[in-house]
């Protein structure tokens, strides 16, 4: 497998007018971030800061994380603030006070800090977690990333494949939780998985987290699209991310503060800005796509690292905000665990165009304008979405569900001509539109997946009404003149 094949974006060997193999934001980079980079002569002769603690720190405000954790039990959530105990009066004191202190130190083992770090996109991440910690067997999904298989081997690591199945549209199941006994040192998951778009539904993900940390098994969630994903569903996809958290007054405080059902404000953590800005103190989710789908993230990390302390949360702002040249990615997890990977990363490992753009990013959420970016985003993604799915069904091409900003779907015609052996590679989908300039993710390298499977992203109005333009076209072509007509050759 040719390395160029491995990842969309693949724009070089020729040219390139309509990229669909990249599924980045379709409303392109903010304004802000544009006019921050107008001027090259200020940042191109200087060298990046070597530290990121700071911006490490903004982060976790910009996210909706105090970087505070506080243990909880489904249906307790009991906290044991500074050196209290509970007791009582009489006999049972004595043993009451040693349970007290049990449960105190278990809450002071399992509400650890969340930590940071920022790095040159989420693939340097994910690479130097593995240099560093070197995993020896590593559980994952297939279709998935092939970036996770390359890292585990490149540190010789054994890969445990879990296959997925296109009747289920490739989403995650029970059967995985059977997998989990093969005793992996990692398991790697994608929520919503690339490349079909399917989110993990919260309960299953729920019972894969609290079984990795009773087992002390390290678990790496990747998150990357599921900011694009809750401005495209929301939370109400295939399922409620606020799922287990209802009716726990106690739980609900922990995730966004005191009067939580007066103001859903997320609480700020010290020294940290606002996470989320109005006029009024307080907006309705009905008002707000973005507001809403901000809020449900901070709520599913708080929860997700409630589940499992040894979580790791690997995002980028790449896809959210399209800006994949500046490489800016981000790792979550426990303060301590991170401490040892960051020793993997080189110095400038963040460039100072992307320095910039983080920045004018946290102002954005300050100032209000992230909200307004990703509404508009919001109303974009949901119109579009609709319209390319329905179009490629109508194409007669099998559209697989899912709930990211990318289409997976297979075309039938090419998969029954290959087995028939009168088929062609300058005949497929990828190949025609490659000459007609437009690009889309051929996955037939992607295991679990077969020739004549591809991936699009949604992309705006007029840019998917050319794709479905020039498909239409190559079907009607088909139509007229099936391959076999065309070449007289068989596949071999």
């Not at 993604?381 to 007669?396: D, F, H, I, P, W």
């Not at 899912?402 to 087995?419: H, S, T, Y």
């Not at 051929?442 to 020739?451: S, V």
């Amino acid at each position: 497998m040719r390395y160029m094949d491995l990842h969309g974006g693949n724009i070089y060997p020729s040219p390139v007018a309509l990229d669909f193999s990249v599924n980045v934001n379709p409303l392109g980079p903010p304004e802000e971030i544009k006019r921050a980079l107008d001027k090259p002569e200020v940042w191109l002769n200087r060298y990046p800061q070597l530290d990121h603690r700071k911006e490490e720190k903004r982060l976790l405000g910009f996210l909706g994380l105090s970087g505070e954790r506080k243990a909880y039990e489904r249906g307790k959530g009991q906290n044991f603030p500074d050196d209290s105990v509970p007791k009582v009066d009489g006999e049972e004191e004595k043993e009451a006070e040693r349970e007290g202190k049990e449960e105190k130190e278990e809450a002071e083992r399992e509400g650890a800090k969340i930590g940071s770090l920022l790095g040159s996109g989420a693939s340097e991440l994910l690479m130097t977690y593995f240099l560093v910690k070197r995993p020896h067997r590593v559980l994952l999904a297939d279709p998935s990333f092939y970036g996770y298989r390359r890292a585990a081997l490149a540190v010789g690591a054994e890969l445990l494949s879990y296959p997925l199945r296109e009747e289920e549209d490739f989403l995650l199941d029970e059967g995985f939780l059977e997998q989990m006994d093969k005793k992996p040192d990692l398991i790697l998951l994608a929520n919503p998985n690339n490349p079909n778009g399917g989110r993990i539904k919260e309960e299953l993900l729920e019972k894969i987290l609290r079984r990795a940390a009773a087992c002390r098994i390290p678990v790496m969630l990747d998150l990357c699209f599921m900011p694009l994903s809750l401005l495209l569903h929301g939370e109400n996809a295939h399922q409620n991310p606020h799922a287990g958290t209802e009716g726990n007054l106690e739980l609900e405080k922990e995730l966004h503060g005191e009067n939580t059902r007066e103001n859903p404000d997320v609480s700020k953590g010290p020294d940290q800005e606002d996470w989320i800005q109005s006029s009024q103190g307080t907006v309705k989710e009905s008002d707000s796509a973005a507001w809403s789908s901000r809020r449900t993230y901070a709520a599913l990390l708080q929860k997700y690292f409630a589940w499992h302390r040894e979580l790791l949360v690997l995002g980028a702002f790449t896809k959210t905000f399209a800006i994949p040249s500046l490489r800016l990615g981000y790792l979550l997890g426990d303060s301590e665990h991170l401490a040892g990977i960051r020793q993997g990363l080189p110095e400038w490992n963040l460039s100072l165009p992307a320095q910039i753009a983080l920045d004018e990013l946290f102002g954005m959420g300050e100032n209000g304008r992230l909200d307004a970016y990703l509404k508009e985003t919001s109303q974009l993604l949901k119109e579009e979405n609709s319209y390319l799915r329905k179009a490629l069904g109508g194409l007669g091409f099998r559209v697989c569900g899912g709930e990211g900003n990318f289409i997976l779907f297979a075309d039938p015609a090419e998969e029954k001509w290959r087995q028939e052996g009168i088929f062609s590679e300058e005949q497929s989908l990828g190949q025609i539109l490659r000459k007609e300039k437009l690009l889309i993710r051929d996955c037939g390298n992607y295991r679990g997946l077969g020739k004549g499977f591809y991936r699009v992203a949604v992309l705006d109005h007029e840019k998917n009404q050319t794709l479905i333009r020039l498909l239409g076209r190559i079907v009607e072509g088909r139509e007229k003149r099936p391959p076999s007509e065309q070449t007289g050759k068989r596949e071999r």
